[in-house]
């Protein structure tokens, strides 16, 4: 039984000092009607955990898109918000966390119909956003992101039930497949990998520049990407990526002189709301782990409606 009282722990993880494997039991795609997505696409995100649309916005969104991103990014007096997540040596900013809430644009582009309307067929329904971020990989020094399940630290450390949510990655700047792009490793988000170790008190602030609790041993890697490989989700600017809660993914670091954003959405489905972590500790900040619970409501075009 978990540390919830009226709560089953149906994925449990960090509670021994070896990873394993847990099948899981929940829905990929929760609706069987096609309308955003159609059912060919609808059988390949249930197969693979993933999905790339080309293009999704033009090229005047995506400079408009941008544009805020750096007028953030270089205003000093944001620098110290505990949104700003900053690399450890440079204090170039890696992260920036709840920029929905921060960006009055970015706040209508989660709601532009033709993400929001793909999330809430994919999970049946109304959805709020769990988190939202930016995350920046300068050129040269962008550093990595290891391997891991969003899911399995959603669930530990924000209560998250079930593995009815979903990510949306919006390519701000060309994704190649050597500046480090999202990669994921199709058909991992079957099995739910149960970590070892034990969640150290406030772990948000180190696991938000380098994780290392909540990271699948080698072994389980290994076997994840001798069955399934591994899939670099590159793209032009405007292009989108949906990937499962569950699935395996992480990016490698930036040693190239192209730098790469990308923003990301996180869906949770309204009737999949938190409850008291599983960890045992604490939320975190409702800035990494919305605990508001406010649906979302679609518009035509975030730049019409912002």
């Known amino acids: 039984m978990s540390q919830n009282k009226f ?31 159609s059912k060919e696409q609808a059988e390949f995100f249930e197969k693979n955990g993933y999905l790339i649309f080309e293009d999704l916005f033009s090229s005047d969104e995506v400079s408009t898109l941008f544009d ?15 949104q700003f997540i900053l690399e450890e ?20 582009l989660c709601r532009d119909k033709r993400i929001l309307n793909i999330a809430q067929q994919l999970l049946r329904g109304k959805t709020y956003i769990h988190q939202s971020r930016v995350n920046l990989k300068p050129g040269f020094d962008g550093k990595e992101f290891y391997w891991h399940s969003d899911f399995e630290t959603w669930h530990s450390e924000d209560g998250m039930p079930k593995m009815r949510a979903v990510s949306c990655s919006i390519i701000l700047t060309k994704n190649y497949e050597f500046n480090g792009p999202l990669m994921v490793i199709p058909g991992s988000h079957k099995d739910f990998v149960s970590c070892s170790g034990k969640t150290p008190d406030e772990h948000y602030k180190q696991s ?5 609790i909540g990271t ?4 389980i890697l290994e076997k994840m990407v001798a069955k ?42 309204i009737y999949n709301k938190l409850v008291k972590p599983f960890c045992g500790l604490d939320p975190r900040p409702e800035h990494i782990a919305d605990r508001e619970f406010l649906p979302l409501e679609p518009v035509n075009n975030f730049l019409e409606s912002s």
């Open 228 to 269: 399934n490989k591994i899939v670099s989700a590159k793209g032009g600017a405007g292009s989108v990526i949906f990937f499962d809660c569950n699935i395996m993914h992480g990016s490698n670091g930036n040693i190239t002189p192209y730098p790469r954003s990308n923003v990301f959405f996180v869906y949770n489905s």
């Open 7 to 37: 709560e089953m722990d149906f994925y449990p993880t960090r509670t021994g000092p070896e990873s394993k494997i847990i099948s899981r039991t929940d829905p990929v795609v929760y609706s069987d009607s096609y309308d955003e997505l």
């Open 68 to 82: 805020e991103l750096t007028s953030l990014t270089h205003d000093e007096t944001k620098r110290d918000m505990p």
């Open 208 to 212: 938000l520049k380098r994780q290392e």
């Open 216 to 219: 699948p041993d080698k072994e």
């Open 89 to 108: 040596t440079t204090r170039d900013v890696r992260s920036i966390f709840e920029i929905h809430k921060i960006s009055e644009l970015y706040g209508m």
